[in-house]
């Protein structure tokens, strides 16, 4: 059975190593027969600062209303970006912050500690590159890049489960090594 599946690069870097995961992703999911959608952060007008948090809700730019529009869409995302310094790109944080609002990801339940998860019923799979090897990120950093998209965000509206697949270290890695990296980005496509 087919998905409807939506890809989000957050690396701002067009022509980076994970625009290309982005797309062996994307060819292996369309070759199993999904309908897939793509978004480049770093092609998007938007203001990523929330700039008065959640007391004064800013107006959506279009390309974020059209994000919005994907992410109901979609059954599964997928996001590709970077760990920079830990976490995710500046770029993709901001996306979160303006798109992932309340009334569209969340809503509070009024006098409760509880709330809603508006975006319960998709699942999501997160491809990360990075400049250490993995078993450092999980073992010496403890991955708050990780644990942030996971749990305080995707989870915590509701999307679940959330699968995580790291690649690195990047900057040395071989040409052999990033084919099969490619290789098994475009897999995870064919298995969304």
């Not at 004064?56 to 529009?69: H, M, R, S, T, Y």
């Not at 942030?148 to 040395?172: D, W």
Request: charged share 20%; proline share 6%; net charge positive.
């Amino acid at each position: 059975m087919s998905k409807r599946i939506l890809v989000i690069l957050g690396n701002p870097n067009d022509n980076s190593f994970c625009r290309a995961i982005a797309d062996a992703y994307i060819k292996g999911a369309e070759a199993a027969g999904n309908e897939v959608q793509f978004i480049s952060l770093g092609k998007l007008l938007f203001d990523p600062i929330l700039h008065e948090g959640y007391a004064k809700i800013q107006p959506l730019e279009p390309d974020l209303v059209a994000a919005q529009e994907a992410i109901s869409w979609a059954q599964h995302l997928v996001f590709v970006y970077p760990i920079w310094w830990g976490a995710t790109p500046a770029l993709l944080k901001g996306f979160i912050d303006r798109v992932f609002l309340p009334g569209f990801a969340f809503k509070y339940r009024e006098g409760s500690v509880f709330w809603d998860r508006l975006l319960a019923g998709r699942t999501a799979h997160l491809f990360a590159t990075m400049g250490s090897p993995p078993w450092y990120y999980r073992w010496v950093v403890r991955m708050p890049g990780h644990n942030e998209m996971k749990r305080a965000i995707l989870q915590f509206s509701g999307v679940k489960p959330v699968a995580i697949t790291n690649f690195g270290p990047v900057k040395r890695s071989t040409q052999q090594q990033r084919e099969k990296w490619l290789s098994k980005a475009y897999k995870c496509g064919m298995g969304a």
